[in-house]
């Protein structure tokens, strides 16, 4: 049956631990079947753990040292056992932010869209790329349309410039390098110094502009979310054809998608930072 790969659990010797799939990796297999059974009962002890996985003690001991000198298990004698760790922890707390971050956003794009009259997105960054996590499309014929978890160039949308504007200097730089600026249209920018002085001017007023950067014929503006460390978490973002995107009505969408995003932040408990803070270090 096709599907998910199904990890079985034999009382044989250690080699038998985990029956693999075709690519599957062993040890990360089986590192994962032993987080998998402390999260069920936290405060399991070595001989519970590899009785519950059907292996020897042995080897369950030198996963765990591994998963624990990594910090995705502790061991606490006082509570039973080995608990799931701070890393684990972490891991599963950016999991629900995004999540937290694309259902109180809906009601923010909603909103947007209302006020604006076009197509509202919801971007985060991910791998070098801005990926789309959310749209509300506008009730006009001819409007944007991506398609949720579709990627696209950090320098060349809206919602990528809003989220590399408020990245540290260090960041932007490693992120340009392994992914390039590629061209896309005649008005991509692909002169890094242009794109930083693009990037000052997106701090400065609040927002950034796609200007047929990323496909003719269409412009858009997204302004930046933060979480509650005034670090960018994402973006908002307001997409149309430019026969309505005119110079006139991207100066009025600008602002509405600077407060609609700040308003996001709120929502999640983010806090926008302070006017004049330059962390991305893109100041002229």
């Not at 250690?14 to 936290?42: C, H, K, N, T, Y």
């Not at 919801?122 to 959310?134: A, C, K, P, R, T």
């Not at 408020?166 to 110094?193: I, N, S, Y």
């Amino acid at each position: 049956m096709a599907g998910r790969p199904r990890l079985t659990r034999v009382p044989a010797g250690e080699d038998d631990f985990v029956r693999q799939q075709p690519g599957s990796v062993q040890a990360l297999d089986r590192g994962l079947a032993l987080l998998e059974i402390i999260a069920q009962a936290d405060g399991l002890s070595l001989t519970s753990i590899a009785q519950r996985a059907g292996i020897p003690p042995s080897t369950a001991h030198r996963i765990l040292a591994t998963l624990k000198a990594a910090g995705f298990v502790q061991c606490d004698e006082a509570r039973g056992g080995y608990l799931i760790g701070v890393k684990a922890f972490k891991i599963g707390s950016a999991f629900l932010r995004n999540r937290k971050l694309v259902d109180v956003g809906r009601g923010v794009m909603r909103d947007l869209m209302a006020a604006s009259g076009e197509t509202t997105n919801l971007g985060i960054e991910n791998d070098g790329s801005v990926v789309f996590v959310s749209q509300l499309e506008s009730h006009h014929p001819i409007r944007a349309f991506h398609r949720p978890g579709a990627r696209g160039p950090l320098h060349a949308s809206s919602l990528g410039k809003a989220i590399l504007a408020w990245l540290p200097e260090a960041e932007v730089t490693r992120l340009l390098h392994r992914v390039g600026l590629p061209k896309l249209t005649d008005h991509t920018m692909v002169d890094p110094q242009a794109l930083l002085a693009d990037l000052a001017l997106t701090r400065r007023r609040g927002w950034a502009i796609d200007d047929e950067e990323r496909a003719e014929g269409l412009r858009c503006v997204g302004a930046p979310v933060f979480n509650e460390h005034a670090e960018v978490v994402g973006a908002l973002s307001v997409s149309g054809p430019t026969i309505r995107m005119t110079d006139e009505r991207l100066g009025e969408l600008g602002p509405l998608a600077k407060r609609a995003a700040a308003e996001l932040t709120d929502r999640i408990g983010g806090m926008v930072p302070r006017s004049g803070s330059d962390p991305a270090g893109l100041a002229p």
